[in-house]
């Protein structure tokens, strides 16, 4: 059996910090590379591999590895501070001159201080410093014998197939004539109730068992449901005597609360079809799902119109993390990394991201949320197993330390189901959390009623002061994915919204305030948020607003009237997600802020950070210029009445098929033919051309 993937992070700590000082290719290499091995439970690296393996190169050269297990990974040490460039350049050489099935797709160098690891067969590079070895253990998985590819579709998989199933139980209801915001709370209802039952809210098969004693025709059905949601809803001191109960509710089932069961719903007609799509959500093993599932299920349900229209695109984990960790996880690591030695430190840490609070003002069904407040809770799990190190249930009751609450978390969405989903996702993303602590201390909990929550307001984030929701001077971290709706694809509405934010400080709006992208208005109330705090955030947009001439009528307002800078980017790269009918859009992440801070500025390509003196609009490492558009020449040259611009009607345009034809009848024609192109011909690859006639004569 592999090792856990908290063995290795434990193991990966002690290595890290057995290892630091060390400097050495000569005289530690060896023992650097075997003990990196254990750290995902190779004991024995001459048994798997070989140190200082002869490799035959050109010309008859010889290399040598510093080691090699062939098939799986390559590594060259260098002493600190040596060039690792050169040294994976030699690493990758030798590489090639292996055979191919000896060929490692893992080539990894290092300087001790810091690893590099490239993945031969994808191009990805990933470099960190090794005492950060713990936080990328998962891209060494095949060392330990695990198949992350494989691991990673197979979480998908599940992922799709849930939201697949809850979209057919909304269809079916839908088909049975129960729509609108009624369909809307019943489908959210539904899954918690698939959820609770295969994590322990309720009792084992007690819900699905609800279901299948009912009649084969759904007759019953319907009744049995909202008896059962009704009963969620009563506290144990108003419900009545168990006797009373109907033999197929349970008197187990738990007082919900946070008015999830408030609401008195209209009751759905169900078929024998209905009852059987019911039962078969039931048959699936609801507690192996990831939040994805929220922001999926959602996408299964709407349209691809309707997507368009709410530039609504719902997000993978691996693209949250890129947000969040860049803006506070990878920070909050390195002071816990500080802390953990002193008790004191580390307690007065805890007690800091306790108070920490995140707002996403765009947050569809709660994805980021959602995932930020399970990396809290797990920063939050280390710490009680190192303030509590050796305790077990019998000697604490750890739910008195948790203090990482959902209701530091807020989000507004426009739409009113997403924001349901987004409220059930994290009271089931707490239940989980709480799963892991209890694994951890061996005190089973479910917290229950639900007493607390997050902040979740269904609203227009445009026409909302965002204060209502957090008051800035305690908000910490805004992040999202908000809308994207290019300017010419916006309604009337979204241009109105966009004339009432973008202005100055007399509330005129700016001169290019109507050609700009609909998510820049969640940069200029976030900047407007910011000021006099210390907030940061970190939004996703369209890779438009860092380009051509929308650079400066973003971000000039917001650079010399707010005083942003830009903390990190990741550059352009395709944003895919988890849902059905993928969004496949290019994007970029700009992380910015008001305040001074001392981290580094970092930009990102792919993966790999590196760092910047500064990051300007254009993310690039430079100083803040910004193009803008001009109605005068720049020095003494002749006024250019119109730009590069077609005024014959499309006449003097030929396709290439239209040239070839042109050229087959007339051959003296060719010296009147151009290529022609404009910014859409470049983008598709579909060459034009057209007659240029100077000088033809008639």
Not at 227 to 247: I, S, T, V
Not at 622 to 631: G, K, L, M, T, Y
């Amino acid at each position: 059996m592999p090792l856990s993937w908290e063995q290795m992070q434990k193991r990966a700590f002690a290595f890290a910090q057995k290892w630091q000082d060390a400097s050495s290719e000569k005289a530690q290499a060896q023992g650097f590379i075997t003990a990196f091995l254990a750290v995902f439970g190779v004991q024995e690296p001459f048994a798997v591999g070989d140190f200082e393996r002869k490799v035959q190169l050109d010309e008859g050269h010889k290399g040598y590895f510093d080691y090699l297990w062939p098939g799986r990974i390559a590594i060259e040490m260098k002493s600190a501070g040596k060039d690792l460039a050169a040294a994976y350049k030699q690493l990758a050489n030798y590489v090639l001159h292996l055979e191919t099935d000896q060929m490692p797709d893992l080539l990894m160098v290092s300087d001790f201080q810091y690893i590099e690891l490239h993945h031969r067969t994808s191009g990805q590079r990933t470099r960190f410093k090794t005492k950060n070895l713990h936080k990328y253990i998962r891209h060494f998985a095949t060392l330990a014998g695990y198949e992350p590819s494989r691991l990673q579709a197979e979480q998908i998989t599940v992922n799709l197939e849930a939201a697949e199933k809850a979209a057919r139980l909304h269809d079916a209801l839908k088909a049975g004539g129960y729509t609108g915001h009624a369909l809307e709370v019943y489908l959210v209802r539904l899954v918690f109730c698939f959820f609770a039952e295969d994590t322990g809210i309720f009792p084992k098969a007690s819900f699905r068992d609800l279901v299948a004693n009912s009649q084969k025709d759904g007759s019953d059905l319907s009744g049995r449901l909202g008896y059962l949601f009704q009963f969620l809803n009563e506290a144990a001191d108003k419900r009545g005597k168990n006797e009373h109960l109907p033999p197929w509710i349970s008197p187990e089932f738990q007082y919900i609360n946070g008015g999830l069961f408030a609401d008195l719903l209209p009751l759905p007609l169900f078929s024998a079809s209905m009852r059987q799509t019911l039962l078969d959500c039931c048959d699936f093993d609801w507690s192996g799902i990831s939040p994805a599932i929220f922001g999926a299920m959602f996408q299964g349900v709407l349209d691809a119109q309707t997507r368009r229209e709410l530039g609504a695109h719902y997000t993978s984990e691996e693209n949250i993390l890129k947000v969040i960790r860049p803006l506070f996880l990878d920070e909050l690591w390195d002071e816990f990394e500080r802390a953990r030695v002193d008790k004191k430190k580390l307690a007065n840490f805890h007690e800091k991201i306790s108070r920490l609070r995140f707002l996403d003002p765009a947050c569809g069904c709660g994805n980021f949320l959602i995932v930020a407040y399970r990396e809290l809770r797990t920063l939050e799990l280390k710490i009680l197993k190192l303030t509590f190190p050796t305790l077990r249930a019998v000697d604490i009751r750890i739910r008195k330390y948790l203090k990482v609450s959902v209701s530091q978390f807020a989000g507004m969405d426009i739409e009113d189901f997403p924001c349901q989903i987004a409220l059930v996702g994290m009271w089931l993303m707490d239940h989980l959390m709480n799963l892991k602590v209890a694994e951890e201390f061996g005190e089973y909990f479910a917290r229950l009623p639900l007493t607390v929550s997050a902040n979740i307001r269904c609203c227009n984030a445009l026409e909302t002061d965002w204060n209502e929701m957090i008051p800035k001077q305690e908000l910490s971290y805004i992040f999202g994915n908000p809308p994207f709706v290019g300017y010419s694809l916006q309604s009337k509405e979204q241009k109105a919204e966009m004339l009432s934010i973008y202005t100055d400080e007399q509330g005129n709006p700016y001169r290019s305030a109507g050609k700009i992208d609909y998510v820049a208005a969640w940069y200029f109330k976030a900047a407007q948020m910011m000021q006099g705090t210390q907030i940061r955030a970190a939004l996703v947009s369209t890779n438009s607003i860092t380009q051509g001439e929308q650079v400066a009528a973003v971000w000039k307002p917001l650079f010399e009237r707010f005083g942003v800078h830009l903390d990190f980017t990741h550059r352009t790269f395709r944003w895919d997600n988890e849902g059905k009918g993928k969004a496949q859009v290019h994007c970029v992440i700009v992380g910015f802020s008001t305040a001074d801070n001392e981290q580094p500025k970092l930009i990102f390509d792919d993966k790999d950070p590196h760092e910047a003196k500064n990051i300007n609009a254009y993310l690039v490492d430079a100083p803040d210029i910004f193009v803008e558009s001009r109605s005068e020449p720049l020095c003494a040259v002749p006024e250019m009445l119109s730009g590069s611009k077609p005024t014959d009607g499309g006449n003097l345009i030929l396709t290439a098929e239209e040239k070839e034809a042109l050229l087959a009848e007339e051959p003296q024609a060719q010296p009147f033919i151009r290529p022609f192109m404009m910014g859409k011909d470049f983008i598709d690859r579909k060459p034009r051309f057209c007659l240029w006639l100077v000088g033809a004569k008639p």
